[in-house]
């Protein structure tokens, strides 16, 4: 299939952009970024997509229909370090040929449609991460452009040098009627349940941050042990008290403290801070809140030192639009595609447009369920399951058939 085969190049040659250091790294705003987005943007253009940016740096590819309103198909174009390649490229590479190919097959669609390559979903750069999606509800705040990166650069700054930012917050689009996601499952249900595609009916809530637990920096051996501000330990026990009361709740929940940097760092001293990160989530938002509680009773408890929790990221678990998990259903059946019903244990894009747009997602399989990681991989057979269920749909809500 000639699609697929466009698709298998565009993973692939998408991915060598994203090279940096021996690694794979599309940080939002960097020569990465910018390399990824040019190249984006002339696929988009050679498949008759005219191009344009928003303030957030977000790539859209418009293709216009007799009507104004839009069918937004896309995914993120950034990824975590030392990632993989489907996860976010996957959902634009797809959108883009299925909008393309049903341009030559069946002429210009009734709706318009445009493609997006969204920025900064997976926050590593910028904490709050979901940065693209956030500008197209509306929901990009001063706040979030103040946050700085590993090298004290703020989100604001890197979209003005990236020539994005002029000044003027990314205004809630209103012409958008729906949004559909492809995205690789980043887990192992799909094969282990030996179907072909995910049908996802909601997207996990989210709590995450960081935690800064203050010491008082000192030498390691002519401090009494009654006599330390020592952050290692209390940071030690929220650690172990965390995923102890996480454990308890079973599969309702994940917490992963994915990074723990103690400064200055080194043996002989008694450590001036610890900074923490945590990820929370769970498909049930009481869960999340009863986990934001929990943090502070642990941190309540040691008075020796003074502690400051940063919360990033606050998104409740989000429903995906019913209609649309029919609609999938009924074609997906249509052409004998096995599919499952599932919610998303990762986090999207799609989870941030959907309390205020139309939203559906299509999960195709991960090889051994591995994500984030250099062995993230699906094969083509998969991704054609997924991708024909994705032209289909489009077909049916953007050229109306
Ligand atoms: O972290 C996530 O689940 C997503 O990949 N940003
Ligand atoms: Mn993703
Ligand atoms: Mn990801």
Known sequence: MRELDWIKKAINDLALTAERD?????????REDAAGAALLEKWLQEKSFQTRYDAAGNLYGRLEGSSKETFLIGSHRDTVRNGGKYDGALGILTGMEAVYSLLQEKGRPQRTVEIVAMCEEEASRFLTGYVGSRAIVGELSQKNLEELDDNGVSLMEALAESGYYRGVLPQKRDDIVGFLELHIEQGGLLEKEGREVGIVTSVVGILAGEIVFYGRQNHAGTTPMRLRCDPVPVAATLIQQLDCWAREKKDQITCTFGNVVVEPGKSNIIADRVTLTFDIRSGKGELLQEAEAKIREILEKDKTIKAE???????????????????????AEERNLSYL????????????????????MIFVPSQGGISHSPLEYTDMDDVGQGYTLMKAYIEAVAWQR
Request: with cysteine; glycine share 8%.
């Open 22 to 30: 021996g690694e794979y790294w599309r940080a939002s705003y960097t």
């Open 309 to 331: 929790i940063r919360v990033a990221c606050q998104d409740p678990p989000a429903a995906m639009d019913e209609e649309g998990i029919s609609l999938l259903e009924t074609l």
């Open 341 to 360: 019903k599932m919610s998303s244990g990762a986090g999207h894009d799609s989870q941030i447009i959907a309390p205020k747009i139309k939203t559906n």
